[in-house]
């Protein structure tokens, strides 16, 4: 069984702080792909980034970055210098490969950045 | 292109009402999904479409049922609300393919008293 655990529920930073978010995810799958959604407060799920179990380098996007690493399970995503648009809850999910595998969310977590 | 659309956007409805969430996407993706979003729960599944003519069920498929007469919809019943479901449901695609990234549509928020 897939399980994706976000053992952070709750994050409040002040803004141009950097935050992290933790993802650690259990799979028995070889392949598998990692996801990261957002929620903003209007409440629509926005892709932001999709991972895949056989490439462990780490990606950056402007201030947003992600550290896999297989060797602890972790799937971590990193705010750099929040800003108050990027309050949010934000959800890690886990995928097995296969055309109808299921997605397998995290409870997600709150992130609250202050002006 | 829209999407993925759902209707209606909120709803307050009568515990022992029948309602159809209506969930309609026009990308031609083969898979469809509905989750349920609760505080503190994250999203879960309630049932999925492969391709049109087939359903599974997912986590938490109890009181719930679905239907895929076609690619572009997937409608989600509740034959007999219950105050447990009120919740927000989201509706998701996906082309299918090995990666399974799925699309959402904007969430239909239920309330059931």
């Known amino acids: 069984a897939q399980k994706v655990t976000q053992a952070q529920t709750e994050i409040s930073v002040v803004e141009k702080e950097d935050v992290t978010l933790d993802c650690v995810y259990e799979t028995r799958d070889t392949t598998y792909y990692l996801f990261w959604y957002k929620q903003p407060p209007s409440g629509e799920l926005v892709f932001l980034i999709r991972r895949n179990s056989f490439d462990e380098q780490n990606e950056i996007s402007g201030r947003y970055s992600w550290n896999f690493q297989k060797s602890t399970s972790s799937f971590n995503f990193t705010i750099t210098a929040s800003q108050v648009v990027d309050s949010a809850v934000y959800f890690c999910?886990?995928?097995?490969?296969?055309?109808?595998?299921?997605?397998?969310f995290g409870k997600g977590i709150t992130l609250s950045v202050r002006p | 292109i829209a999407g993925i659309t759902q209707a209606p956007t909120s709803q307050i409805l009568a515990a022992g009402r029948r309602m159809t969430l209506r969930c309609t996407q026009d990308?031609?993706?083969?898979?469809m999904y509905w989750y349920r979003q609760d505080l503190g729960l994250g999203l879960r599944l309630i049932h999925y479409s492969n391709t049109a003519g087939t359903t599974g069920k997912g986590e938490v498929p109890d009181g719930y049922s679905v239907s895929r007469a076609n690619t572009d919809d997937f409608p989600l019943t509740l034959a007999s609300a219950v105050p447990s479901q009120t919740s927000v449901y989201f509706c998701?695609?996906?082309?299918?393919?090995?990666?399974?990234?799925?699309?959402f549509g904007p969430g239909t928020r239920l309330t059931v008293l």
């Open positions: 999910a886990l995928s097995g490969a296969g055309a109808n595998s299921k997605l397998t």
């Open positions: 990308m031609r993706h083969n898979a």
């Open positions: 998701a695609s996906s082309d299918g393919n090995r990666y399974n990234e799925q699309f």
